[in-house]
């Protein structure tokens, strides 16, 4: 992406404020940047420091919610879990030098997974660096994001239009105050007010053909076991879900989903998540369909399960919004938004499998879905379940069915990466598509689960919000383990305690390569939690989950620490197939 330094706007608009006794102030740089930002967003994240200690100061001061975090990377890590979980662009701040470069890991995160978010900074003063001043808009470029630096001109006509491309493009945009404008009025020309001019607007794509749907629709009708494949782009595109209901229905086709979009329109004929987070015998049927349209998903090797997903006759119909995603499977290729898209298919078909051709009800009425695994409280020998694997330690499975049964139904998963996040897809439902959250896997990384579980907390506070971590990336990210316990209204924090770097044990260790940096020494988080005020409990059998299930009983109110020591002897379906196939899987890639 292009950095953009100084940028001038073309118009100059006045920026006026009333002070006393009727008398025109002309507000500060940091002051009309946080006008624009009570326009744009209703909460800021952020952590302070000296080159924003003035904007943080203004919003605060006048009442605006400010959500601070114990760590730099946790206030974009938070911002970009805020949009997951409902939607809504984010913003984030934090101070320049070390201050912007500790969010560099979660900044690349929010980049690549495509994160509508707007990071406001401090930066070098607009006469030239300071001796601890570093390149950050070189920085914020190399990890994919454009920085527009302010100038005293027109500050805020600048962040409009950073919001506005966030928004229009899907991205995150870095927004810097230089730190001799802190204290600057802005010198822009007088007038009624200067902080009402419009934001630029920015494209958007065209509503598809005739002919560019003709092909779709060709291989819709002629279809005898249609499968739908929804991604992000389906719940980010306004009346797209509900389209895919029109369509599915109308061709009695499965639907399949990223782990980005699970239950984005309903469960009837949902099959769950396609690719690495399948279950087994729903992966079967997906692979029985003879044309297969994939709508803003990503189609990357995990997500069609290392090529294994799709029938290799199978005729594959994929729509997206960027041309270069087209997959190397794919025979018809659409560059259409999702909502437009599904509209337009599911208006050209009949409403219902018989208007089709379909008088049998179409696939879907043939092929009985596969009921989701439960946990039996009573083994096949008549034994009572304890939860515990062969070592001695705790079944990762069991635990995630038990978690199914006892978490409140309305909540919020937030996953950060490693081995552990095999288990509550393929084991916990969710309620709508924004409800499970990945974190880290577009990049890579671990270690910005806390922080994360803040957004989705502050963003959905009527729902409960489940962070699932490792020992590893919760050691990591502990700082905002406070943070976490300190603002949200009902949280459960589950960590899978492995006492290790699983992924890296199950793929090397088992190659020979010396395990010793793999493991890590057991930590009782249920205990860090409880000094922080949190409740908490060390499971050592299936029946220590009873201490969860009173939490909820009484209302899961606060946070709750629940530190379940697993085997590491149980490996994850994914982390299994990826081996088998030698497939280095550090993480899956659950970005679309």
């Known amino acids: 992406m292009t950095a953009v330094a100084d940028a001038r706007p073309t118009t100059a608009h006045a920026v006026q404020e009333s002070g006393a006794a009727g008398e025109t102030r002309v507000p500060t740089v940091p002051q009309a940047v946080a006008r624009v930002v009570r326009e744009q967003d209703t909460l800021l994240f952020g952590l302070m420091g000296n080159g924003n200690a003035h904007l943080i100061s203004e919003l605060t001061s006048t009442g605006f919610p400010f959500v601070t975090v114990r760590h730099e990377a946790g206030a974009v890590a938070a911002a970009d879990a805020a949009f997951r979980a409902s939607g809504r662009l984010a913003t984030a701040t934090v101070t320049y030098g070390a201050g912007f470069t500790n969010t560099l890991t979660a900044l690349a995160e929010a980049a690549l997974a495509r994160i509508p978010l707007v990071l406001i900074i401090g930066d070098a003063p607009t006469t030239g660096p300071r001796f601890f001043d570093v390149d950050q808009v070189g920085m914020a470029a190399a990890a994919g994001v454009e920085t527009v630096r302010l100038n005293d001109h027109d500050p805020a006509a600048q962040v409009r239009d950073a919001y506005a491309r966030a928004r229009a ?100 004929g949902d099959l769950g998540i396609a690719g690495g987070f399948a279950r087994l015998d729903r992966a079967e049927i997906m692979r029985q369909a003879d044309v297969v349209l994939v709508v803003g998903a990503g189609m990357n090797p995990f997500q069609l399960r290392y090529g294994t997903l799709l029938g290799a006759g199978a005729t594959v119909l994929q729509v997206d919004t960027r041309d270069w995603k087209r997959h190397e499977r794919t025979d018809h290729f659409l560059v259409s938004d999702a909502g437009a898209a599904l509209g337009a298919l599911a208006a050209a078909l009949g409403a219902t499998p018989d208007e089709n051709g379909r008088p049998d009800g179409g696939w879907r009425a043939r092929q009985a879905i596969p009921a989701a695994p439960r946990l039996e409280t009573v083994r096949a020998d008549g034994s009572v379940e304890d939860g515990l694997a062969e070592d001695g330690r705790l079944n990762p499975r069991s635990m995630a069915l038990a978690l199914e049964e006892i978490l409140p139904a309305e909540r919020t998963f937030v996953q950060d990466g490693g081995h552990f996040i095999g288990w509550v897809p393929l084991m916990c439902s969710v309620p709508d598509a924004r409800s499970h959250t990945f974190v880290g896997t577009a990049f890579q990384s671990i270690g910005l689960g806390f922080p994360s579980a803040v957004g989705a907390a502050a963003a959905r506070p009527e729902r409960t919000t489940v962070l699932v971590t490792g020992d590893g990336g919760g050691l990591m990210a502990l700082a905002d383990l406070e943070s976490f316990v300190r603002q949200a209204r009902s949280g459960v924090v589950v960590v899978f305690n492995d006492a290790a770097y699983g992924a890296e044990l199950h793929q090397y260790a088992v190659r020979g390569l010396d395990e010793e940096a793999m493991l890590i020494e057991e930590v009782d988080f249920a205990a860090v939690g409880r000094a922080f005020g949190a409740e908490g409990v060390k499971a050592r059998s299936l029946a220590d989950l009873d201490a969860l299930k009173d939490w909820v009983a009484r209302g899961a109110e606060g946070v709750f620490v629940l530190d379940l020591p697993i085997s590491r002897n149980v490996v994850a379906e994914y982390m299994a197939e990826s081996m088998a196939g030698a497939q280095p899987a550090p993480r899956p890639l659950p970005v679309d």
Do not use: C, Q, W
């Open 169 to 268: 493009e899907s991205r995150p945009v870095v927004v810097a105050i230089p730190y001799d404008l802190v204290e600057a009025p802005v010198r822009g020309s007088t007038g009624a007010d200067g902080l009402t001019g419009e934001a630029p607007l920015h494209g958007s794509l065209p509503a598809p053909t005739g002919a560019g749907i003709a092909p779709f629709l060709a291989a819709l009708r002629g279809a005898k076991r249609p499968l739908i494949i929804a991604g992000r782009g389906v719940v980010d595109s306004p009346g797209a879900p509900e389209a895919l209901r029109r369509l599915a229905d109308g061709l009695g086709a499965f639907i399949a989903t990223s782990v980005m979009a699970r239950n984005v329109a309903g469960l009837e």
